[in-house]
C-alpha cells in the first residue's frame, strides 16, 4: 500500500507536469475566455489538399473558470493570410452565431476553389458574453476538385524523370501526387516530404489517393529535375489471393503526378506525366511489401534526379490506361518513418551470421551502414522469433520471404535502407556483412500510418501497464493506411472483424477520426452490389460476403465514429449504403433468423456456433441502424427497422435460448456475454444467465477465458455494467493461460493472434492487434472515463472509475474532439481520491464511490465540504449538484479540474 501510494505520488507530479505543460501555449486573459486552440478542419491540422466541398471546423475551447460554455462563435476565412490578419472573413464572415458548438461546425462561406489556400481564425462567447481572443490562424488548402483539373497521364517505369526550364520567380507551387503503387518523388535531388509508402491501399480501380506537397521552395528559376522511384505496392501484389478478381490490379506500378507552378505576374506552368518523361531501371532490382526489396547500388546512377543529368540512353516513358478510379484526396495521416532504434543486442549464432535484436516487435525497417568491396551482397531477413540456438525463426511468415538484399557500390560508408517494403519483426539477420557489423551498424526504422498520440493510461498495477503498452505497440504497427491484422506474414489485409474489435480502444489511444472517415469510405467502395461486404476491406481475402462479425465493421465503425466524435455527417453519407447493407441480411434471414457464417468467435478456445453469432450481429446491425435513422430525423425509418429489431430478437431467443439451463446457444461465455451485452435476455432470466456466465468463468474456468477475439470484447465491458468490474479485473491481470498477462509472461511485446504461445508454420502470428479491445476497457472502467448517457463527442461525460481490489490507483486521459478528458483516481483504506478534467463546454457526472462498510462520509473538492451528514453542500464553483445511491456518490459538474477526496470511517 505504502508503495503504491509513493507511486501514486509521483504519478500524479508528472500528470500535474504533463497537464502544466499541455496547457502552455493558452494565454488566459485577466477574465473572461482564453483564445481557442486545436483548430481542425476535416479532423486535421492545416491540412494541405482537400476535397470537401463543405469542410467541418472544430477547435478546443479554454477558460480560467470552471462551468464555463461557449454560448456563440465566429468563424472568419480569408483568402490570405493578411487579409485574416486584417479580421476580414472575405471568404466566410459566420457572423457571431448562438451556439455551443466547437466541433463539427460545417463551412457555409463561398464556394471554395481548386488549389486555394484559405486561412482561417475563430473565437467564443462565454456563459457571461465574454468574447474571447481570435485564436491563432490555421489554414487549409483545396485539393484539385474535378478531374479536369488533372492534366497529366499515368505513366510506368521503375525509374523516372523530367526536365524542365522555368524562367520567372516562382510564387507558389504544388505538386499532386499519386501512383498505383508506392512512389518516391524527388525534386533538384531531395525526396519531397517525408511520407512513405504513399499513396494509401485502396481499391485502386475505383479509387485513388493523391497528396499535396508544398514545392514553392524546391523549385527555381532554371532547369529543374523531377524523379520519380516507383515500386509496386499493393497495386501489383497478386500471390495467395483465390479469386482472379483480387489478384494483382495492375501489372505495373504507375505515376500520376501534376505541379502546378505559379510565377510573380500571374503566369501557371504545369509539369504533368505523360510519355515526355524518360524511364529507365533504377538500383531497385525488386520490391514487394511481402518479399522485400532487392537494390543493386551499382546501379545507382548518380545525379539522375537533379538538372543537368544526360538520360540520352533513357526511353521514353509508356503511357498507360491506369485507373479510371476516382482520384481523391488523402485526408488521413500519411505512413511515415516515426522513430528510429537501437538494437539492444548483437549475437552471432553462426559464424557470419549476426542476429540482432531490436528487443521490440516492431513495423518497418532497418537501415544498416556498411563498408567494402562492389559486389558484396549483404541480406537482411526478418523474424518475430529466435529459435533456442540463437537462429531467427521465419515459420510463421507464411508465403513472405520478407528480407531485404543489398549489393554494396563499394564507395566509402554505404547506408541502405528500402522504400517500398516493410516488415514486421523483431529480430534482424545479417548475413554477407562485409567484415564484423556492431550495434551501430543498424538502427530499426519504426513505420506507420502516423497518427497522434491521444491517450494515456497507467494504473498501479504493472501487468496491466505491460497490456497496455503491448496494445500500444500492436495498434500503430498495424496501421498503415488501413488497419491491418499482422505486419509480418504475406497478409497485412483490412480484416474487418479485427477492424470494429479494436477500433473504441484506438478512438481512445490515438487520434484516428481522420483515418477511420477514410476507411469508411474504402469500406464503401468495397461494398457488392447486393448490399454485401467483404471479409477485407480492399478486397483481397477472405469470404465472400464476410462474416458477419467482419461485415459489421462497417455499421460499427460509423457508430463509434458518431459516439466519439459526433460525427453525424458520417452517419448521413453512409445511410443509403447501410440500408443495403441491412436489406442483404434480410433477404438472407429466413424467418429472422440469419445463418450465414464463417469466423464465428475467431480464436476462440471454447466454440460458439457461428449461425449464432451471425444472428446476433444482425439483430445488433438492425438495431444500430434503426437509431441512425433516428438521429437523421427519419423517424418513420427508424420505427420500421426498430420494430425489424424486436422481431430479430424474438426470433433470436426463440431458435438460441434455452430457458432450462439459462444459457444461449451451448453457453459458452461469448454466447451469454453477447446476449446480454445486447440485452436480448427476457428480464426474468437475466440474473440467471448472468450466473451461467460468471459460473463459467470462475468455477468452470478457474477465472479465464474461453472467448475468441470477438466475445471478448463484450465480455469486459459487460461484466462492468453488471456491477461485476472486479470479475473483469481478475480476468486482466490474469498471468497464466489463457490471458494477456500470459503473452507479457512469456515475454510479448506486442499482442499474440493466439491466446496459445505457438511458434511453427500454422497461423500464430505475434503481432496481431484483435484481443486488444481490452484497452478500450482500461479507460472506461479502469480509468473511468466514459460518454454520458446518450451523449455523443464528450459533451456530456460520465467519470466512474471502478476501484477493485488490489488496485491503488489509475490515471488516464484522453485527448477528445472538446479538449482533454482526464481522470485520475487513488484509494488507501478510508480515503479515496478523484481527480478529473473536463473541457470547456463539456459537463460531466463524477461518481464517487465509498468502501462498502464506510460511515461518516465526508467528501471535499479541492479542501471545500461538499457531501457531510448524508447531504449534498453547495457553494463550490462548478459542482452543480450531488447524489447519493447506496455507497455511490454522483457529482454534476461543468468544466473544469476538480480534485475529490471522500473519507469515512470504516
Ligand atoms: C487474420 C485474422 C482475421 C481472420 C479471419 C486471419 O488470417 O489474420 O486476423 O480476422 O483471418 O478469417
Not at 301 to 329: H, M, R, Y
Amino acid at each position: 500500500m505504502f508503495d503504491g501510494n509513493r507511486r501514486w505520488q509521483v504519478m500524479r507530479t508528472f500528470v500535474g507536469l504533463f497537464l502544466f505543460l499541455g496547457s502552455a501555449g493558452v494565454v488566459y486573459g485577466a477574465e473572461g475566455p482564453a483564445a481557442p486552440t486545436g483548430l481542425r478542419c476535416e479532423y486535421l491540422s492545416n491540412p494541405m489538399g482537400i476535397d470537401v466541398q463543405k469542410p467541418r471546423f472544430s477547435w478546443v475551447l479554454h477558460h480560467s473558470e470552471r462551468a464555463q460554455m461557449q454560448t456563440a462563435y465566429q468563424i472568419l476565412i480569408a483568402g490570405s493570410a493578411e487579409g485574416l490578419d486584417r479580421d476580414a472573413g472575405d471568404v466566410w464572415d459566420s457572423g457571431k452565431v448562438d451556439s455551443n458548438d466547437s466541433t463539427q461546425v460545417v463551412y457555409a462561406g463561398k464556394s471554395l476553389s481548386s488549389g486555394k489556400t484559405y486561412y482561417w481564425k475563430v473565437r467564443s462567447w462565454d456563459t457571461a458574453g465574454n468574447a474571447s481572443p481570435y485564436s491563432a490562424a490555421a489554414q487549409f488548402e483545396m485539393g484539385l476538385l474535378s478531374r479536369d483539373d488533372w492534366k497529366g497521364q499515368w505513366i510506368e517505369g521503375n525509374l523516372l524523370r523530367k526536365e524542365i526550364d522555368l524562367q520567372g520567380r516562382i510564387v507558389r507551387a504544388r505538386a499532386y501526387v499519386t501512383a498505383l503503387g508506392y512512389y518516391e518523388l524527388r525534386i533538384n535531388g531531395e525526396k519531397v516530404g517525408r511520407n512513405v509508402l504513399d499513396p494509401a491501399f485502396t481499391t485502386y480501380p475505383k479509387r485513388v489517393l493523391y497528396t499535396t506537397y508544398d514545392v514553392s521552395r524546391r523549385l527555381r528559376s532554371g532547369k529543374n529535375a523531377f524523379g520519380v522511384m516507383l515500386g509496386g505496392g499493393w497495386a501489383t501484389l497478386g500471390r495467395r489471393f483465390f479469386d482472379p478478381e483480387v489478384g494483382p490490379y495492375y501489372k505495373t506500378p504507375a505515376l500520376l503526378l501534376q505541379v502546378n507552378i505559379e510565377f510573380e505576374g500571374g503566369k501557371t506552368v504545369f509539369v504533368v506525366s505523360d510519355g515526355s518523361w524518360k524511364a529507365t531501371q533504377g538500383p531497385i532490382v525488386s520490391d514487394s511489401v511481402y518479399d522485400g526489396e532487392v537494390y543493386d547500388a551499382r546501379r545507382e546512377q548518380p545525379g539522375w534526379d537533379q538538372p543537368g543529368f544526360d538520360d540520352s540512353t533513357w526511353s521514353a516513358a509508356q503511357t498507360v490506361e491506369g485507373s479510371k478510379g476516382v482520384l481523391s484526396a488523402q485526408m488521413m495521416p500519411p505512413i511515415r518513418v516515426v522513430d528510429s532504434m537501437m538494437p539492444r543486442s548483437i549475437a552471432s549464432p553462426r559464424p557470419g551470421v549476426f542476429v540482432f535484436d531490436m528487443g521490440q516487435n516492431m513495423s518497418g525497417w532497418v537501415q544498416l551502414r556498411m563498408q567494402g568491396p562492389a559486389g558484396t551482397q549483404v541480406t537482411l531477413r526478418f523474424a518475430e522469433l529466435v529459435y533456442p540456438d540463437g537462429m531467427i525463426n521465419r515459420e510463421n511468415l507464411g508465403e513472405a520471404k520478407s528480407r531485404d538484399i543489398y549489393t554494396l557500390k563499394g564507395q566509402g560508408e554505404e547506408t541502405y535502407e528500402p522504400r517500398f517494403t516493410y516488415h514486421g519483426f523483431r529480430y534482424v539477420e545479417v548475413t554477407g556483412f562485409p567484415g564484423t557489423p556492431s550495434l551501430d551498424s543498424l538502427r530499426g526504422r519504426v513505420v506507420h500510418t502516423a497518427v497522434g498520440a491521444a491517450g494515456s493510461f497507467v494504473a498501479s498495477k504493472q501487468i496491466l501497464n505491460d497490456i497496455q503498452r503491448l496494445i500500444h505497440w500492436s495498434q500503430l504497427t498495424n496501421l498503415f493506411s488501413i488497419p491491418t491484422d499482422c505486419d509480418q506474414r504475406n497478409e497485412r489485409q483490412g480484416w474487418m472483424g479485427d477492424a470494429q474489435a479494436t477500433a473504441e480502444e484506438a478512438m481512445m489511444n490515438f487520434d484516428m477520426a481522420a483515418f477511420y472517415t477514410n476507411f469508411i469510405r474504402d469500406i464503401r467502395d468495397a461494398q457488392f452490389p447486393d448490399g454485401s461486404l467483404p471479409d477485407t476491406v480492399p478486397r483481397k481475402y477472405g469470404g465472400v460476403p464476410g462474416d458477419l462479425g467482419w461485415q459489421t465493421a462497417y455499421p460499427l465503425l460509423c457508430w463509434y465514429m458518431w459516439q466519439q466524435y459526433g460525427d453525424r455527417r458520417i452517419l448521413a453519407e453512409n445511410y443509403d449504403a447501410l440500408k443495403k447493407y441491412v436489406a442483404f441480411l434480410r433477404s438472407h434471414a429466413q424467418d429472422n433468423v440469419y445463418r450465414l457464417h464463417w469466423e464465428g468467435d475467431w480464436v476462440e478456445l471454447a466454440h460458439t456456433p457461428g449461425d449464432y453469432i451471425g444472428d446476433v450481429w444482425y439483430y445488433y446491425d438492425v438495431s444500430l441502424f434503426s437509431k441512425m435513422a433516428q438521429i437523421l430525423g427519419k423517424s418513420d425509418e427508424a420505427a420500421s427497422y426498430g420494430q425489424l429489431a424486436s422481431q430479430v430478437k424474438d426470433a433470436l431467443n426463440r431458435t438460441f435460448f434455452d430457458a432450462h439451463t439459462d444459457n444461449y446457444a451451448n453457453g459458452t461465455q461469448t454466447a451469454n456475454a453477447m446476449a446480454l451485452f445486447l440485452d436480448l435476455v427476457p428480464k426474468e432470466h437475466r440474473e440467471a444467465v448472468q450466473r451461467s456466465l460468471t459460473d463459467d468463468i470462475v468455477y468452470g474456468h478457474n477465472t479465464h477465458l474461453t472467448t475468441g477475439f470477438i466475445g471478448v470484447k463484450f465480455l469486459m465491458p459487460l461484466l462492468t455494467s453488471l456491477g461485476r468490474s472486479d470479475l473483469a479485473y481478475d480476468l486482466a491481470v490474469q498471468t497464466t493461460y489463457p490471458s494477456w498477462g500470459y503473452m507479457v509472461e512469456r515475454g510479448a511485446t506486442t499482442l499474440w493472434e493466439l491466446w496459445q504461445d505457438k511458434a511453427g508454420p500454422a497461423m500464430n502470428s505475434h503481432d496481431h492487434i484483435m484481443f486488444g479491445s481490452v484497452g478500450a476497457w482500461f479507460y472506461n472502467a479502469l480509468g473511468g472515463i466514459n460518454l454520458g448517457p446518450e451523449s455523443v463527442g464528450y459533451q456530456h461525460i460520465r467519470i466512474a472509475p471502478q476501484i477493485v481490489e488490489d488496485l491503488h490507483w489509475a490515471s488516464a486521459s484522453v485527448d477528445t474532439i472538446r479538449g482533454t478528458v482526464s481522470s485520475s483516481w487513488s484509494y488507501s483504506p478510508g480515503s479515496i481520491a478523484i481527480d478529473v478534467t473536463v473541457p470547456v463546454s463539456s459537463d460531466a457526472q463524477v461518481v464517487v464511490p465509498a468502501e462498502a462498510q464506510m460511515t461518516d462520509v465526508v467528501i471535499r473538492e479541492g479542501g471545500r465540504v461538499v457531501w457531510e451528514d448524508g447531504r449534498y453542500v453547495s457553494g463550490d464553483p462548478g459542482v452543480k449538484g450531488a447524489t447519493q445511491q447506496g455507497r455511490i456518490f454522483t457529482f454534476e459538474v461543468g468544466s473544469g479540474n476538480y480534485s475529490f477526496r471522500l473519507t469515512g470511517s470504516e
